[in-house]
């Protein structure tokens, strides 16, 4: 830890080191260690904290710091929850620092970004500078399943800019896909394998179902956007069938669409309805599990201008970045403010089997902090 900040570090090891599995996921559990922890943080430091009741024994924490201007504010959010630890094969509650890197389930995603915007707010007390905003840090619930922790938090909130903490590798993110995820399922008619011409095969009418879908995927290349590329299409679970010698009587599939800007998910998902209709195959739509829309926030918002004023300084890639996956960000814009993603690490490292951040990014990701409050008014 010597070669960089190891109060950071130390932060975020503490973080690593206490499970916040999602409790939608097996070992999971409330979030609440990590709740406490945030709160102690902040409380040895003389910050004001407050709670947001979510879910029984789930809260969001968000520490406040006063700013110049009181009718202005800035919101820094990150998630305290992660995905479940299956299939890693590094101790997921052991932060081994090695090779510049540290180690563990959420050191990437994204508990560095947490850890960083923590230490942004105690740098700026001890440093006794007063904000030209009051600053929010939001340490929020449930990112990693329903995204109930920003909804609560964005329940009447008001804002001038919020940053939310995820890997982007240090890239300032205005744009990213949404996610439309849901389930249908082919009707047939059940009968023995022996005579089949007396049933409907569910699986047979599945088959023409997911080779229209195809052709859906294939055409979603033709309309792009500069920052995330095309939107598309994936069918990720198939199910059919009760034994080998019946005819299916039902087929189930489950989608997964992601959305550019200028797509509205529930418009996609009835689209995708009525085209199946039209082709006279008989389906049964599920409403959707997820109906993310995309995040884009203009390249002239103040968030997105000062963001890049604070990476060019510290001579960083200032070039405003698209990435393909959901956050909280998106439910923040629709509140009407303006929204970006920014943090340490890398996305491939994320949900990994061996999760890691790099160190030197961890540490750059205050800095950026610090001056982006510093600088935004």
Known sequence: MSNHNPHLLRTLADLVAINSINPAYRGGVPEEAVAQYVETFFALHRIETFRQEVLPGRSNVI??????????????????????????????????????????????????????????????????????????????VDEEHAFRGVLRLCEGLRADAAIVAEPTGLRAVTAAKGVLRWKLRSIGKAAHSAKPHLGVNAINHMAQVLLALEQDALALASTTHPLLGHATLNVGLIRGGEQINFVPDTCEIAIDRRLIPGENAHEVWAATGERLASLGLRVEMDEPMIADGPLETKATERVAIVAQQVLRSMGCNDELAGVPFGSDASKLARQGIPSMIFGPGSIDQAHAAVEFVDCDQVSAALDFYVDFLKQFT
């Open 63 to 140: 520490a406040r710091l006063p700013g110049e201007n009181p009718s202005r504010r800035v919101i820094l959010e990150a998630h305290m929850d992660t995905v479940s630890t299956a299939g890693m094969t590094i101790d997921p509650f052991d932060p081994v620092i090695a090779d510049g890197c540290l180690y563990g389930r959420g050191s990437c995603d994204t508990k560095a970004g947490l850890a960083s915007m923590m230490h942004a707010l105690v740098s700026l007390r001890e440093q006794q500078i007063v904000p030209p905003c009051e600053v929010w840090l939001a340490a929020v």
